[in-house]
């Protein structure tokens, strides 16, 4: 059986505002409101649907993105000149710096909702236990 992720809603204060935040910083497109969702597709064909929902119902949660060592260029320079504070750590408590995990590299920061975000350039290894920002 092939099994994949092929949606996921994330909670948002203004769906638009979290689509476009996060498609302008990946490099990625919003696609086409549909019903109570703002899309946002990645290249492996998961769609990241925004939902509006009150902001006291947000509950805050983790994304991860791997991307390929030029886009981690292109992604930092648009967080940078957007002022977007990050961190090397997900508790941020690195703020500015760039973490160099798994022979990679990688940085966090938050969305608009609160939501933790993360980039990183190499995948953790299979054993690897999940860390709440």
């Given amino acids: 059986m092939s099994v994949e992720l092929n949606h996921t809603i994330i909670h948002a204060r203004d769906n638009r505002e979290s689509a476009e935040f996060l498609a302008h910083i990946l490099g990625l497109e919003v696609g086409t409101e549909w019903g109570p969702f703002i899309p946002v597709s990645t290249s492996n064909g998961v769609t990241l649907d925004f939902a509006t929902i009150p902001a006291e119902s947000i509950v805050m949660q983790h994304y991860a993105f791997l991307i390929s060592d030029g886009e981690f260029n292109d992604t930092l320079d648009r967080i940078q000149a957007a002022g977007i504070r990050y961190y090397a750590d997900p508790h941020l408590n690195q703020p500015g710096e760039i973490n160099r995990n798994h022979g990679g590299r990688g940085v966090y920061f938050m969305d608009p909702a609160g939501h933790g975000m993360e980039i ?8 690897h236990q999940p860390t709440a920002v």
Avoid: D
């Avoid at 990183?120 to 054993?127: E, F, L, Q, V």
């Fill in 120 to 127: 990183i350039t190499r995948p953790y290894g299979s054993h």
